[in-house]
T-cell receptor, first 116, second 110 residues
Framework: DVKVTQSSRYLVKRTGEKVFLECVQD?????MFWYRQDPGLGLRLIYF???????EKGDIPEGYSVSREKKERFSLILESASTNQTSMYLC???????????????FGSGTQLSVL | KQEVTQIPAALSVPEGENLVLNCSFT??????LQWFRQDPGKGLTSLLL?????REQTSGRLNASLDKSSGRSTLYIAASQPGDSATYLC?????????FGTGTRLQVFP
């Protein structure tokens, strides 16, 4: 089975700190995604990456950046954490192939970030 | 802009009932639709994926149907069990990303 691992289950940071959230997948997937999940708002896409060194903005990229130096690792960076970035962060990956339509998305277990 | 809605937001049923969860979407130009399960404080687990050319998919006690023309999908859970208690989310694959609904929180009591 595909394994998507997020480095921290819970994280507490202070306003203004630089925060790194790490995600690693072990199935050589090309596509990787970062979502945040908030009550009443559902999952919202922050950034995604088609391949190494490639990145695309999602629906809410403000205040975030990403890094994909290696295929298996996709990092989400909060340059200067703010209280409104307190949320559950979910990483996901997906293989791509000739038949794009039948590829499932696999999620990590999430990182609950609290910014004080 | 694609919007995905799930009704009801919450559902509480006794064990053994057959259930239908609903998902509707506004733009029928989708590649596929996925149903996920999320346990409290955890990540999402993919349950079923229906390609746009398919009408339904089945896995064990789960059956998902897709009607693109009406912008609807249903997840049918047969003979519900307490272990089915979780939040169920549907997501449609539009162009290059998944758009999620806000989920249905299901509780199955013994």
């Amino acid at each position: 089975d595909v394994k998507v691992t997020q480095s921290s289950r819970y994280l507490v940071k202070r306003t203004g700190e630089k925060v790194f959230l790490e995600c690693v997948q072990d199935m050589d997937h090309e596509n990787m995604f970062w979502y945040r999940q908030d009550p009443g708002l559902g999952l919202r896409l922050i950034y995604f990456s088609y391949d190494v060194k490639m990145k695309e903005k999602g629906d809410i990229p403000e205040g975030y950046s990403v890094s994909r130096e290696k295929k298996e690792r996709f990092s989400l960076i909060l340059e200067s954490a703010s209280t409104n970035q307190t949320s559950m962060y979910l990483c996901a990956s997906r293989q791509t192939g000739v038949v794009l339509t039948n590829e499932k998305l696999f999620f990590g277990s999430g990182t609950q970030l609290s910014v004080l | 802009k694609q919007e995905v809605t799930q009704i009801p937001a919450a559902l509480s049923v006794p064990e053994g009932e057959n259930l239908v969860l609903n998902c509707s979407f506004t733009d029928s130009a989708i590649y596929n639709l996925q149903w996920f399960r999320q346990d409290p404080g955890k990540g999402l687990t993919s349950l079923l994926l229906i390609q746009s050319s398919q009408r339904e998919q089945t896995s064990g006690r789960l059956n998902a149907s897709l009607d693109k023309s009406s912008g609807r999908s249903t997840l049918y859970i047969a003979a519900s069990q307490p272990g089915d208690s979780a939040t169920y989310l549907c997501a449609v694959f539009n162009t290059d990303k998944l758009i999620f609904g806000t989920g249905t929180r299901l509780q199955v009591f013994p």
